[in-house]
């Protein structure tokens, strides 16, 4: 299996766009996880699946963030409007059953 | 939250020592994973010990957990430069009827050559 697959890797935007992250989970793992990792507040989840049913969206910011899972093969994360502030890696994580979780390469995003 | 402290938040070491992390958390789990991240990518998982294990091994990787304290130690023994990353311990959280994984802030661990 090749992983998980993210996309893009990095990806620059101006304040005011919308963003959206790209995440291939790795076949037949049920959970799939979405992160936030800067340098001051570490690794944040924000918002998890299960079965493709979002179960946990406690994490996710504001109301300008949405995720959709729309396969057990495909998610997104969504931003709009983009701020300054979401300038962060956005990891994407999937598990089998709620055990070890395996991250894709992330997505370097920087808002300006 | 149960999330997990790591220290020191920084160690640098010679190739060949042993290195030695400590995590802390706050109220009971079934289970502390310990996972590693290079500069640049995504985490990647190093063992998962469960509360009915006192000692784990893995290669070169040791984990320990005392539930008495509250607290579990990775050590890497006979340390390699590719050694160098960032260490990351991760215990179960309940909130709101769900259970989610909560990572601490990690301990960079730089081994020289």
């Known amino acids: 299996d090749a992983g998980v697959i993210q996309s893009p890797r990095h990806e620059v935007t101006e304040m005011g766009q919308e963003v959206t992250l790209r995440c291939k989970p790795i076949s037949g793992h049920d959970y799939l996880f979405w992160y936030r990792q800067t340098m001051m507040r570490g690794l944040e989840l924000l918002i998890y699946f299960n079965n493709n049913v979002p179960i946990d969206d406690s994490g996710m910011p504001e109301d300008r963030f949405s995720a959709k899972m729309p396969n057990a093969s495909f998610s997104t994360l969504k931003i709009q409007p983009s701020e300054p502030r979401d300038s962060a890696v956005y990891f994407c994580?999937?598990?089998?059953?709620?055990?070890?979780?395996?991250f894709g390469p992330g997505t370097r995003l920087t808002v300006t | 939250s149960q999330q997990g402290e790591e220290d020191p938040q920084a160690l640098s070491i010679q190739e060949g020592e042993n290195a030695t992390m400590n995590c802390s958390y706050k109220t009971s789990i079934n289970n502390l994973q310990w996972y590693r991240q290079n500069s640049g990518r995504g985490l990647v998982h190093l063992i998962l010990?469960?509360?009915?294990?006192r000692e784990k091994h893995s290669g070169r990787l040791r984990v320990t957990l005392d539930t008495s304290k509250k607290s579990s130690s990775l050590l890497i023994t006979a340390s390699r430069a590719a050694d160098t990353a960032s260490y990351f311990c991760a215990t179960p959280s309940f909130q709101g009827g769900s259970e989610k994984l909560v990572f601490g802030k990690g301990t960079k661990l730089t081994v020289n050559p």
């Open positions: 994580a999937s598990s089998l059953r709620e055990r070890e979780q395996y």
């Open positions: 010990i469960r509360s009915n294990e």
